[in-house]
């Protein structure tokens, strides 16, 4: 796949990007050596590859579902402007 002047002026003009000569060339030249990365990756022959899972062959340590926090409720509501039991109350937002 190729890419010309026309087409990184096309995208600048849809993404409403105003670039300079230079900054077009500049982009232009960009765009040119991602495609030819994409183009060597491509040629890459992967078939006897097997596709990762994970990237990371690490096996992941499991916690234990625990508690290990105390219940704050009754001090953070003590600190509420407004509360009705367990819930705390707020002005209305939508009428």
Same mark, same amino acid.
Request: glycine residues 2%; aromatic residues 4%.
């Given at each position: 796949?190729?890419?010309?002047?026309?087409?990184?002026?096309?995208?600048? *003009? !849809?993404?409403?990007?105003?670039?300079?000569?230079?900054?077009?060339? *500049?982009?232009?030249? %960009? !765009?040119?050596?991602? !495609?030819?990365?994409? @183009?060597?990756?491509?040629?890459?022959?992967?078939?006897?590859?097997?596709?990762?899972?994970?990237? !990371?062959?690490?096996?992941?340590?499991?916690?234990?579902?625990?508690?290990?926090?105390?219940? *704050?409720? @009754?001090?953070?509501?003590?600190?509420?402007?407004?509360? %009705?039991?367990?819930?705390?109350?707020?002005?209305?937002?939508?009428?």
């Amino acid at each position: 796949m190729s890419v010309d002047r026309s087409d990184v002026e096309k995208a600048a *003009h !849809l993404a409403r990007i105003g670039l300079s000569s230079t900054e077009t060339d *500049h982009h232009l030249q %960009d !765009l040119q050596q991602i !495609l030819s990365l994409i @183009e060597q990756m491509q040629a890459i022959d992967t078939n006897n590859i097997e596709p990762l899972f994970s990237p !990371l062959d690490a096996i992941q340590p499991m916690r234990k579902d625990q508690v290990t926090e105390t219940d *704050h409720r @009754e001090r953070f509501q003590s600190l509420a402007p407004a509360t %009705d039991k367990k819930h705390y109350l707020v002005p209305k937002v939508i009428e």
